[in-house]
């Protein structure tokens, strides 16, 4: 059996692309012998919490490099290939890279890309991006990834953000879902029941207060906050401001979410979330996001079923931003429920699993073309180096301090991440 390693990343919570990787073992176990490669970092980890039967778990070091059979396939997402060089010794084994991120497959050689898409704008963050892709070797591995079906992405609207930065194509595989949960039979609650699915932190702050600032106009509903985060502070201020009565539920277990879920009427989420919610038969709208505040009626909401181009957010302040359609307005959340789950099924369900798994079988990049990557021009290798520095610094200051500590300037910083 052809091994399959998963290389999920570093993350200090458990988010979607943990989320993801997760499935995705679940998912491929009998299809691959199956290792997840943890690197050191994480402050929690999914597949201790929810172990999947089969599966091996290797804890990586910086002292001695993980060894990859040359008959296996490795698949991490975009910001992980910045890592592996340190953490993986250069093999045969194939590779596959899926950005899970719009900006994800430019971090690994450009630190701070949010922070310059949001302050200075898209246009701005392409000539910087090319900039210090002119001067490693990035450029042409990931033309050569591409070539050798080694670059996914997970929706178009990733793609898009890839052709425009950095004129980099490749092949949409469209996330997937576990379709183990059962589908409930709905009832519709007297008064509406809405909730925010997903984290209270990072991108998805801004989003999540335009929705606040929407339902508090409206009478009778019932709002709920699902999911947790360094922004809740922040969060309750805004709904004590408008007077506006918010259920927190704080973070919920993976396996005690879907159950929370089908209790409501409408979910407000993006990315996995969405998805799941969506295959729930709940009433989904989906949301992009913003690094920056959301004016006053400048964004208009879609249902998740309503979606022109395959896609799970995207970023509202992108030069090529189009809304797919506006929200049609029905109290029929049963039937939109129902729609939702079908385009679910239909779009991120086993066609989705059969492209990723013909990925997985197709590419011919081998691990060791990452290794590869480096800068070749002093200056561009010297700015780099020092970026990456003070980029470590604020990460390190932004997970000992309270989020608080950052209150009064975290709009202007808080879009620095890996």
């Known amino acids: 059996m052809k091994k399959l390693y998963l290389f ?21 176990k009998h299809e691959f012998d199956i290792h997840v490669l943890l690197q050191p ?35 991490c997402g975009g910001a992980s290939i910045g890592q592996i060089p340190n953490l993986i010794y250069p093999s045969q084994t194939k590779l596959v890279v899926w950005p899970l991120h719009t900006l994800e497959l430019f971090m690994s050689f450009t630190p701070f890309v949010h ?7 898209y246009t701005f963050l392409r000539k910087y991006v090319n900039w210090m892709a002119e001067g490693s070797t990035i450029k042409s591995i990931l033309n050569n990834l591409n070539e050798k079906n080694g670059l996914i992405f997970m929706d178009y609207n990733t793609l898009a953000c890839s052709e425009y930065v950095l004129g980099i194509s490749g092949k949409v595989v469209p996330l997937m879902v576990d379709f183990k949960d059962q589908i409930r039979e709905k009832k519709t609650n007297e008064v509406p029941r809405i909730a925010w699915v997903g984290r209270l932190d990072s991108f998805k702050i801004h989003i999540l207060e335009y929705i606040i600032r929407d339902m508090s106009k409206r009478k ?14 922040r969060i309750r201020a805004l709904a004590n401001r408008l007077n506006f009565n918010i259920t927190f539920h704080g973070f919920v277990e993976p396996s005690k979410l879907p159950d929370l879920i089908q209790t409501m009427d409408v ?28 004016k006053e009626d400048s964004y208009q909401f879609s249902w998740l ?18 809304r797919s359609t506006s929200l049609r307005g029905s109290d029929d959340f049963k039937t939109i429920g ?34 590869e990557i480096k800068f070749i021009k002093p200056i561009q290798k010297t700015l780099y180096i020092r970026l990456s520095k003070i980029r470590d610094k604020i990460l ?8 608080s500590f950052f209150e009064k300037v975290i709009d202007y910083f808080y879009p620095v991440v890996i």
């Open 338 to 371: 129902s729609q939702c789950h079908d385009y679910v099924e239909k779009y991120h369900g086993e066609s989705a699993n059969k492209k990723l798994i013909e990925a997985l079988h197709t590419s011919t990049a081998p691990l060791s073309l990452v290794h």
């Open 396 to 403: 390190k200051m932004r997970s000992q301090y309270s989020y």
């Open 267 to 294: 979910v407000f989420a993006m990315g996995t979330s969405a998805l799941q919610a969506g295959h729930l038969g709940v009433a989904t709208v989906l949301v992009d996001y913003s690094e920056k505040r959301i």
């Open 41 to 75: 970092g994480a402050c929690e980890n999914l597949f201790e919490l929810q172990p999947v039967t089969g599966v091996t778990l290797h804890n990586l070091s910086t002292e001695y490099r993980f060894k990859c059979y040359d008959n296996g396939v490795l698949l």
């Open 305 to 322: 079923c309503d979606q022109v181009v395959i896609g799970v957010g995207q970023d509202i302040n992108m030069p090529y931003f189009r």
């Open 115 to 121: 922070y310059i898409s949001t302050r200075f704008g």
């Open 220 to 233: 009778n509903t019932s709002f709920h906050i699902i999911g947790s985060g360094k922004a809740e502070k």
């Open 8 to 28: 999920p990343g570093c993350s200090p919570y458990i988010g979607g692309a943990e989320t993801l990787f997760h499935s995705i073992a679940e998912r491929l």
